[in-house]
């Protein structure tokens, strides 16, 4: 078969390509540069930590309640008769102060029973009088005949009828002293410095002995009985026998809100009840604070501390002598923390917690001081696993106020 010198010369032109193509390759392969071997680098991960110390610090516990008022008791009418006179009792509300005049019962009859009373006694004074003369007539008498009177009868001296009169003068004498005391009881006075809950009387209306008048509460001291359960008085360092020193170390603060702003109170804790809830297992503790209704200088602006007010109560116990104080962020799950060893390698401890709040735990035992315990989130994490440490203290990293908060702690 014959080309045409056209075709020729493609054939050939395509095959100088291919050749050229074939040299090139090979050149490129045999003088290619050699790729540089490096070390492929392994990333730890960052664990940024802060240094356990132990310190002396007072848990805190927190409870609420309502107020109520120390002295709550109904006001009894002691005597019968019609109502005259309203004083310290007019309207619900009213404050009163110890020995103000409540109200008077009309003591008409009672000032007559006080004039027979007197009579009696002036009579039965009469009649002792001629008992006595009586008696030493007789005792003359038988001195007169020659008769020993000490040898005489009982009867022959008028010792009994000495005795009667004198038994007579002192009933008299009782029955005086008893009209004079329900006079006095016509007119109620306050038993203390105090409020009107209710009233239940008016003028005009007639009461008798036993009739409930008013209900009134003292304004000297009001009390809140707060719960807490067995846990919460553990840490307060509170034992359940009512030790008074132990409630005498606690601190309390109550406060309110009122019209949008919040009120403090000091308290005490007077006493602790004497059983347990059944439904919930807590135990009642009677925070009490003294002259509550008296205005402080100090805050012009807070309220009186009323019965029926809710409040909340911050307790804080005595202090306890080697606690370590945590960012929250540092608790893992439940009482688990971590912690780097002396190789920066991770270490997972299961430590005991007292307690912990809106920033912080605070660890009771299984962390040893000067132990370094990672604050922050690792991907992974694994026992033994190797780590990259940074002291939060020296960390470029934002910190956050819990760490920071607990520096400063720590360096004070």
Do not use: C
């Amino acid at each position: 078969m014959k080309f045409s010198p056209k075709a020729k010369k493609e054939a050939f032109i395509v095959f100088a390509t291919l050749a050229a193509g074939v040299v090139v390759a090979s050149m490129l392969f045999v003088f290619k540069p050699a790729a540089e071997k490096q070390q492929v680098k392994e990333v730890l991960s960052l664990a940024e930590f802060v240094r356990a110390k132990k310190q002396p610090l007072s848990m805190t516990v927190h409870s609420q309640g309502s107020v109520s008022a120390k002295i709550n008791i109904n006001l009894v009418a002691e005597v019968s008769g019609r109502i005259v006179h309203m004083a310290g009792l007019k309207y619900n509300g009213g404050f009163f102060k110890k020995g103000d005049l409540l109200l008077n019962i009309d003591n008409t009859d009672y000032l007559l029973a006080i004039t027979r009373s007197q009579a009696q006694v002036a009579g039965a004074k009469q009649q002792l009088v001629k008992a006595e003369t009586e008696a030493a007539q007789a005792r003359y008498d038988l001195k007169q005949i020659g008769r020993n009177p000490s040898k005489s009868t009982a009867y022959a001296l008028r010792e009994p009828h000495l005795a009667e009169a004198r038994a007579n003068l002192l009933a008299a004498e009782a029955d005086l002293k008893i009209s004079q005391l329900k006079m006095q009881r016509t007119r109620m006075k306050a038993p203390f410095n105090g409020r009107v809950v209710s009233k239940s009387v008016d003028i005009g209306q007639y009461v008798s002995t036993g009739t409930v008048l008013a209900s009134i509460y003292s304004t000297d001291a009001v009390q809140v009985r707060l719960p807490l359960s067995l846990y919460q008085t553990e840490l307060l360092g509170i034992s359940l026998d009512n030790n008074q020193s132990q409630l005498q170390a606690v601190n309390v603060e109550l406060s309110s809100e009122y019209f949008s702003t919040r009120h403090y109170w000091q308290a005490k804790l007077s006493h602790m009840e004497a059983v347990l809830n059944e439904r919930n297992r807590l135990v009642y503790f009677i925070a009490e604070v003294e002259h509550p209704y008296v205005r402080d200088a100090r805050y012009p602006e807070r309220p009186f501390l009323t019965p029926g007010m809710f409040i909340k109560a911050k307790l804080v116990g005595a202090e306890k002598k080697a606690v370590i104080k945590l960012p929250g962020a540092s608790l893992r799950r439940e009482n688990e923390l971590w912690v780097l060893d002396e190789n920066d390698k991770l270490i997972k401890k299961t430590t005991e917690i007292y307690t912990k709040d809106a920033q912080f735990i605070y660890v009771k035992s299984g962390l040893q001081e000067g132990a370094r315990v990672i604050i922050n989130a690792i991907d992974y994490p694994l026992q033994g696993m190797q780590l990259r440490s940074v002291s939060a203290m020296h960390s470029s990293a934002t910190r956050s106020p819990q760490v920071e908060a607990v520096q400063k702690t720590t360096s004070e």
